[in-house]
């Protein structure tokens, strides 16, 4: 059995190889931002001739996918038109009246109308009332013009369609659906009664948009990576992970695109579930720090959170996704001096072309990556397993351009550059676990990404945490994360009622329905019944509340409903510190998701030892603000690290994929999974 898992990054694209579920190997290649199926090919080209496989041979291939991001932020989806019920036209441009900076007078309008501009946006006679009858007929020929309008008038090659109350009563949608399809067939057609059915229009249209806009994209780019895949000599379907991180078939992810938005950042945080609960750490907050970005989210026991919206871009995305904080700190973040000469770092990165100075690729401006290689933390012979050699007199030139204006020394500048990125990072860390009632120092920090074992000490020493993980592969456990992944999908829909007026026939009925859903799909994956785990979920809030808190319901009956309510109040008051049992809760949607496990890989880690494993393969000077300067560190080599070896601080581990930096006061264990504790010495 031959697995391949292949992750893009804004810097470097990961690609691993799984044999027979024991036995991994990894290779980083460049991305190619021009075309990111060239840098796929180059991976896969590599690592099938590292391990002698033959693409035939391959039995999975799974891939963790930025087209769908990287079309929202360059805005290069389709051309799209939306149609809605006659004078709510401008839902779209209204939004929720929110503003992020309440004071700044010259702010810009900060909802997403660039999905559909005023002119692409029409209204439909037509109307359904709150329970779902209908109050005023669809105007057919009026569907007719309308479209016709758009695309001959205004080049719309995708429609949403968005009407009141469509979670009610989808009839409306699916005729205008039927009527765009019959008098023009080219054009893609989503509505919100499948993409979204449930309440809060404007969310609702959002995502219905969204998906509009990213459909022809993405289909695109799946049918382009499939048939290269095809031309390789590949034989296993491609497979793709979702947000929610659960993995489906690429037919299915090309009528579902929104599910694509966090793709790659899924998979990072279910490969660290993996690591994490291999290692005995089941509450952890996982740090993938990139070229591009630092993705931040927190597991407790066992578990990724989810949550049913979250903001991409000013959107507001109503889908079912791993709860993920995201920011512009990774290698690649350029250092900058603001208006009054202060240090800046972020959020413009550099990327992988032509990247940090220290790349050699006509680079010119500071980066996080070449202030670690004038730090001493970075091997320049052995970036990314030998890629290719850093520049490091390119980087100290990029460097001193801003030494010599901030009034600093080179060293100093490159450490105040890691200082800000890290202040950053450690803030929202504390944003991702506090203001989700949790104490970051209850949990341990698992670092992955190239760039994450570097910041992850000096991390807990800012935040008071007092052990960092460091998985066996931190530099392509993203790509792993593809490989242990679920086969899921799930599906919503509104159900509003008060807990003391429920009918549990009403619930039943609905959550058939949504079973009923999700039972397709899994069929379409070729997922047996018998082999199919189904959950069942509940928004739920107080009445009068605006928003809800997601509840596991344990069944259909009116036993599971009351243990739902009372899961409710337990969780508002772990939440919020307080909670009313004697009042009333009220359901507002209900979600069903469908899931089946794969064989979990039996990894075994095998140092490779020798009669000198335990000592330093050398020695460099590192600069440490804490020991006043540039000290003389022992290096490690990874690979020949023995279990329970312990290693004291400061000290650098270096392997192919990352460069582990284990700062003073600090010392580290090598755990029988090959993972490496990195524990804070208590003073």
């Keep these: 059995m031959i697995e391949i898992g292949v992750d893009i990054g804004g810097t470097f694209t990961d690609v691993v190889l799984l044999k027979d579920q024991t036995t991994l190997a990894h290779v980083k290649v460049p991305t190619t931002p021009r075309d990111l199926i060239e840098a796929v090919q180059d991976g896969v080209r590599e690592i099938l001739e590292k391990t002698a496989c033959r693409p035939q041979d391959v039995t999975r291939f799974i891939h963790g996918s930025t087209v769908a991001i990287n079309a929202l932020l360059e805005r290069k989806g389709a051309t799209t038109g939306i149609l809605m019920t006659a004078g709510f036209e401008d839902t779209l441009e209204i939004g929720r009246q929110k503003r992020s900076r309440m004071y700044d007078l010259h702010l810009k309008a900060e909802t997403p109308t660039f999905l559909a501009p005023r002119r692409r946006r029409v209204g439909i006679t037509e109307r359904i009332g709150p329970e779902g009858s209908v109050t005023v007929p669809l105007d057919e020929d009026g569907v007719v013009r309308a479209v016709a309008d758009l695309v001959n008038g205004q080049g719309v090659t995708a429609i949403a369609v968005c009407y009141l109350f469509s979670f009610r009563n989808p009839s409306h949608e699916r005729r205008t659906r039927e009527l765009i399809s019959s008098a023009f067939p080219v054009i893609e057609v989503s509505i919100s009664s499948e993409v979204d059915p449930t309440f809060r229009e404007y969310e609702r249209l959002v995502v219905t948009t969204l998906e509009a806009y990213l459909r022809g994209t993405v289909g695109s780019y799946v049918a382009r990576l499939a048939a290269s895949l095809r031309t390789m000599g590949f034989d296993a379907g491609l497979q793709i992970m979702q947000s929610r991180g659960g993995i489906t078939s690429a037919e299915m992810i090309a009528e579902r695109p929104v599910s694509l938005l966090l793709s790659g950042l899924a998979a990072g945080v279910v490969g660290s579930r993996f690591a994490a609960s291999a290692a005995g750490f089941e509450d952890i907050v996982s740090l ?246 189904a959950r069942v979920f509940a928004d739920m809030r107080y009445v009068g509340q605006s928003y809800e808190l997601t509840i596991p319901v344990p069944g259909e009956n009116a036993g599971s409903i009351a243990a739902a309510v009372a899961a409710f109040h337990e969780q508002h008051r772990d939440l919020y510190g307080h909670a009313d049992c004697a009042a009333p809760a009220e359901f507002v949607n209900l979600r069903v998701v469908h899931s089946h496990a794969l064989p979990s890989p039996k990894l075994v880690w095998r140092s490779a030892g020798g009669a000198n494993a335990s000592e330093p393969t050398g020695t460099r000077p590192v600069y440490f603000s804490a020991a006043g300067g540039y000290v003389e560190t022992p290096i490690y080599d990874r690979w020949l690290l023995l279990e329970a070896q312990v290693i004291e601080g400061p000290a650098i581990v270096e392997q192919a994929d990352t460069t582990l930096v284990i700062y003073p006061s600090q010392h580290a264990s090598v755990h029988r999974t090959g993972a490496i504790v990195v524990e804070r010495t208590r003073q």
């Design 288 to 533: 993938d720090i990139g070229g591009t970005s630092c993705d931040i989210a927190m597991i407790r026991a066992g578990k990724p959170l989810l949550t049913n919206i979250t903001r991409v871009e000013q959107l507001p995305l109503r889908q079912q996704m791993i709860d993920i904080n995201t920011i512009g700190a990774g290698g690649g973040s350029i250092a900058w001096l603001d208006e009054v000469g202060g240090l800046r770092v972020g959020p413009q990165s550099m990327g992988s072309d032509p990247g940090p100075a220290c790349y050699g690729r006509g680079g010119t401006e500071a980066t996080v990556t070449d202030a670690s290689l004038v730090l001493g933390f970075l091997n320049p012979a052995r970036f990314a397993g030998g890629t290719f050699t850093l520049d490091s007199a390119a980087a100290e030139q990029a460097v001193d351009s801003l030494a010599e204006r901030l009034g600093l020394s080179r060293a100093e500048t490159a450490a105040g550059i890691h200082r800000i990125l890290n202040a950053r990072m450690a803030d929202e860390i504390r944003r991702a676990t506090v203001q989700r009632g949790a104490d970051p120092r209850a949990f341990s920090l698992l670092a992955l990404g190239g760039a994450g074992p570097v910041h992850a000490g000096a991390l807990a020493d800012e935040l008071d945490i007092a052990r960092v993980v460091i998985p066996e592969t931190p530099g392509v456990l993203s790509a792993f994360g593809l490989l242990v992944g679920n086969i899921e999908h799930d599906q919503g829909e509104t159900f509003a009622a008060r807990s003391d007026e429920i009918s549990a026939a009403a619930f039943a009925e609905v959550v058939g329905r949504l079973d009923a859903r999700c039972a397709a799909f899994m069929r379409r994956d070729g997922v047996p019944p018998e082999a199919v785990e």
